[in-house]
Structures are given as structure tokens and as C-alpha cells.
């Protein structure tokens, strides 16, 4: 099991609003550490979404979003589109492993 | 633009020995901490190790904690990773990643290779 939880998988109709939790525990995200978002299509190498919680990095279209609240996260997808379809993993750092921790991940169908 | 090349990845027996090398491009190597990460076929990410930008800070998960070796050399701007006793469950496609900052503490990966791909089988 990974050490932050994330739902295994999650859809949404084209145009609608998805969210994707991550829930972690009092030696990562509830520690105070950031957390970090990132999308991964097939075959691809994983690409950064969003860093520092709920910042963009240039390039990356405002319809994503992020959010953070005691030991948990959130990735809000407004307006979903059909290329939005990919896996989507959260990562933050954990003081009891002394380092990174990722998500299980989230595979996100637009159906 | 940042560039992240691995290579090294290959079939090799358990228990035996292997040395990733990552060459990196593109923006000031020694300014930056460095990561490996890896992924099992069909699985998720798993972070591996990290290294500081003076390598005086080093991490390790514990499923390679004792088995591999991070290591950086600044003036040929190339990350390494030396993997030994590899296991079975050690398959995975590896990717080396630029941490945006300095240290390892409470970072992130803006820039990611492609991955070598690393198979344990007998």
C-alpha cells in the first residue's frame, strides 16, 4: 500500500468537474509538507501538474486545480476533456520515511 | 531546454549488479537536487532515492535501502544510480528527474527523463 491513498479511479462526461483525493497521514501532508500533482498518459513519462499545493506551472490550463486541508489533497479538473484521460498521482514528503512518498495513483476515463 | 537521458537499463540475473546513469542538460546540474524514480510494469510511481545538489543529503526508500548507492558527479553533469542484490520485484522502467530546488526536503519533479527499463528474471 502506498503511503498516501489516492482512489484508484475515477471518470467524468466530457465538460463535467472531476476531483481526486490523496489522503495522507500526520508525517507527510498533515506534517505541513507540500503536496505535488502529476499526470501521466500511456507510454509517457509522468509531467508536472501542479507544485506547491495549488500552483500551475506555466503552460498548464487553469481548468486544473489544487487544493489542500489537514492530512489531504485535492485535483479538481473543470471542463473535462477527452485528453484529460491518464493516470494522475500525488507526492509529498514524509518525515518518518525521511523522503518522497507518491500516491497509488488515480486513473481518470472520460467517458 | 532541460534534457534527462538515461541509460544503463538491461535483462540481468537476481542478485546480480547494475549501474543506471542519467546525463543531464539544459539548465546548471550542480544547482539542483536529482531523484530516481520507478515503475513496475502496469503499476504506480514509486520514488527510489534523492540526492542534494552538494550530495550532503541522501534518501532512500526502504525497498532499495542497503542495496543501492545514489551518487552525482556535478562536473559531468550525470546522476547515477548503483544497484546491487537486485530482485525481481526491482523490474521497473526508472526515471530520472530534476528536483526544482536545491534539497530534497519538500520538493518536486518538474523535469522528467524517459526512463531505462530494468529486468530481474532468471
Known amino acids: 500500500q502506498s503511503v498516501l491513498t489516492q482512489p484508484p479511479s475515477v471518470s467524468g462526461a466530457p465538460g463535467q468537474r472531476v476531483t481526486i483525493s490523496c489522503t495522507g497521514s500526520?508525517?507527510?501532508?498533515?506534517?505541513?509538507?507540500?503536496v505535488h500533482w502529476y499526470h501521466q498518459l500511456p507510454g509517457t513519462a509522468p509531467k508536472l501538474l501542479i507544485y506547491g499545493n495549488s500552483n500551475r506551472p506555466s503552460g498548464v490550463p487553469d481548468r486544473f486545480s489544487g487544493s489542500k486541508s489537514g492530512t489531504s489533497a485535492s485535483l479538481a479538473i473543470t471542463g473535462l476533456q477527452a485528453e484529460d484521460e491518464a493516470d494522475y498521482y500525488c507526492q509529498s514528503y514524509d518525515s518518518s520515511l525521511s523522503g518522497s512518498v507518491f500516491g497509488g495513483g488515480t486513473k481518470l476515463t472520460v467517458l | 531546454e532541460v534534457q534527462l537521458v538515461e541509460s544503463g537499463g538491461d535483462l540481468i540475473q537476481p542478485g546480480r549488479s547494475l549501474r543506471l546513469s542519467c546525463a543531464a542538460s539544459g539548465f546548471t546540474f550542480e544547482d539542483y537536487a536529482m531523484h530516481w524514480v520507478r515503475q513496475a510494469p502496469g503499476k504506480g510511481l514509486e520514488w527510489v532515492s534523492g540526492i542534494s545538489w552538494k550530495s550532503d543529503d541522501i534518501g532512500y526508500a526502504d525497498s532499495v535501502k542497503g542495496r543501492f548507492t545514489i551518487s552525482r558527479d556535478n562536473a559531468k553533469n550525470s546522476l547515477y544510480l548503483q544497484m546491487n542484490s537486485l530482485r525481481e520485484e526491482d523490474t521497473a522502467l526508472y526515471y530520472c528527474?530534476?528536483?526544482?530546488?536545491?534539497?530534497?526536503?519538500?520538493?518536486?519533479?518538474?523535469?522528467w527523463g524517459q526512463g531505462t527499463l530494468v529486468t530481474v528474471s532468471s
Open positions: 500526520s508525517s507527510n501532508i498533515g506534517a505541513g509538507y507540500d
Open positions: 528527474a530534476k528536483d526544482s530546488g536545491y534539497h530534497l526536503i519538500g520538493s518536486y519533479c518538474d523535469y
